[in-house]
């Protein structure tokens, strides 16, 4: 795949086949995504990758704190303002609209939001971290590079991800069962798997806003 198709054509998946990824294929993802602009080279990413028996009790963990609304084993990221707010309602209106999940269908929205909290069960969850001793905001731009890597190398291989924040809100059980120290940050979530094609959300491609509204040109 060329690399200007694997950009034009990267999409958020969230129905995953049940076919398995095996450790090799994901080993294989992560170095070439490592490849990822650093600054003064300090590679600041980490990684646990988990599937099988240990994914599973962390879906279980995971949907039985959001049934629960544990406030204190909760993590959120924050909510944007202003344009970038109706930017990801727009998004959201389209998958619920894919999905035929409407406003008033309680149980359907409430099955929605915990599908985010089980990885929309992929087969295999990628955790970013990093070392707490880093400076988050100063190490962002690595985090963000290597990300977009890790998205462009599983679709070289056929594999679909679904990059989010939803995937480190109940971080507790993720250190328990993963094993993860205290010493390291969660940055983000990434499920990794062979794309359902026939999942009505697989088939929504968020927009993009024309180069015109977000570039000043200067000299020319």
């Not at 977009?148 to 599983?154: E, G, K, R, Y």
């Not at 990059?163 to 499920?191: C, H, M, S, W």
Request: glycine share 8%.
């Amino acid at each position: 795949m060329e690399l200007r198709d694997a950009i034009n054509q990267r999409r958020s998946i969230r129905g995953y086949q049940e076919a398995s990824v095996s450790k090799e294929e994901i080993r294989q993802v992560l170095e070439l995504a490592v490849r990822a602009v650093s600054g003064v080279n300090s590679q600041p990413w980490e990684f646990f990758v988990a599937a099988g028996d240990k994914l599973e009790r962390l879906k279980e963990y995971n949907t039985a704190a959001f049934r629960r609304q544990d406030a204190e084993d909760r993590v959120d990221p924050g909510v944007p303002n202003g344009i970038y707010r109706d930017r990801s309602r727009t998004v959201g209106k389209a998958l619920l609209g894919a999905m035929g999940i409407t406003r008033e269908d309680k149980k359907r929205r409430a099955w929605w939001g915990e599908r985010g909290f089980r990885f929309f069960d992929a087969p295999a969850v990628i955790f970013l971290l990093m070392d707490d001793s880093l400076d988050e905001t100063a190490y962002r731009l690595d985090m963000g590079c290597v990300v977009q890597n890790i998205t462009l190398a599983a679709m070289e291989k056929g594999l679909g991800t679904c990059v989010a924040d939803q995937a480190v809100t109940y971080q507790k059980g993720a250190r328990e069962i993963l094993g993860i120290p205290e010493n390291k940050r969660f940055v983000v979530g990434i499920a990794i798997g062979y794309p359902d094609e026939g999942f009505a959300a697989n088939q929504v491609i968020s927009e993009r806003e024309p180069i015109e509204n977000i570039t000043t040109w200067c000299g020319f």
